[in-house]
């Protein structure tokens, strides 16, 4: 991915030391934050996620899963503080807390079957070596195309994973295809953010402020990258309560979450038992 040109303007940051830059304006809207639009836009990593801690706290879930939306809260704010900074320092800690954060979700993924209580410590090692690998690779090597092979590798290994376990127990349709969708849509957004800038530039040029920012397909990409995570991991805890045959309930609508239920309403109203697929079986 080739950078953006710089605008000219300049901010309370000073000039961009950032190796990336995206396709919206820098200080076009505040002379404080660099990237107006892409950095609030990385509030969708956090406000969901401290909900998900609240629930899992409340519902008594294993600890991989508060794991998990803390990794999505750490993503959201070094997402904001380099959007805001676009400086080399703040980049290398947005970059890197997306390769560590999604470790909690390959563990949670590929551990939806283990015993109760147990701890796979083989593979946490194993996603912590390579996370480490990652990052010294990348602040080595300063590649964003490093980066972006090695995320996308492990984003690979979850969703093949999710497949195959719904292959094997009961799932939810909804919570199985819904992370898959907006993983696709945030992709095709940042495809086209960075394959198209000018054209979106141009768009925004006749817009008035705040319009203009339905255009800015980064924040968009913020937007349902953060809905992926937060149904990812709602699937994880989905295909694990299973596993534990566990009475849950998924609610939330776009920004599912699954809650235990206390009333014995197996898998609740929001889910009714009509919605699930597949033969339930241990492996």
Not at 5 to 21: D, F, I, Q
Not at 156 to 175: H, N, V
């Amino acid at each position: 991915m080739a950078p953006v040109e710089v605008n000219g303007m300049s901010g309370y940051w000073g000039k961009p030391t950032a190796l990336l830059e995206w396709c919206e304006d820098n200080y076009e809207v505040t002379y404080y934050i660099a990237e107006f639009w892409n950095s609030f836009s990385s509030f969708m990593f956090i406000i969901p996620a401290f909900v998900g801690i609240l629930f899992a706290i409340q519902d008594k879930l294993e600890v991989r899963f508060i794991c998990s939306y803390s990794g999505m809260i750490l993503v959201g704010i070094a997402s904001f503080v380099f959007h805001m900074t676009l400086k080399f320092e703040t980049q290398i800690l947005d970059e890197l807390s997306m390769v560590w954060a999604i470790t909690f979700f390959v563990y949670s993924a590929y551990e939806c079957n283990s015993p109760p209580k147990s701890t796979n410590y083989p593979l946490a090692a194993f996603v912590v070596l390579y996370s480490a690998c990652v990052s010294i690779s990348y602040v080595m090597l300063q590649q964003p195309v490093f980066h972006q092979a090695a995320f996308g590798l492990v984003t690979i290994c979850i969703i093949a994973r999710t497949f195959y376990c719904a292959r094997r127990m009961t799932y939810s349709k909804f919570l199985l295809w819904y992370p898959l969708v907006m993983y696709v849509a945030a992709f095709t957004l940042w495809l086209i953010d960075n394959n198209f800038c000018d054209q979106l530039r141009a768009i925004r040029s006749h817009l008035p402020f705040p319009f203009s920012g339905f255009f800015q397909l980064h924040a968009w990409w913020h937007v349902f990258t953060a809905l992926a995570s937060q149904s990812q991991a709602a699937f994880n805890a989905h295909m694990r309560s299973n596993y534990l045959k566990q009475d849950f309930r998924v609610t939330g609508g776009p920004i599912p979450f699954v809650r235990l239920d206390h009333h014995g309403s197996r898998n609740g109203v929001t889910l009714p038992r009509q919605a699930l697929n597949g033969n339930k079986k241990s492996y």
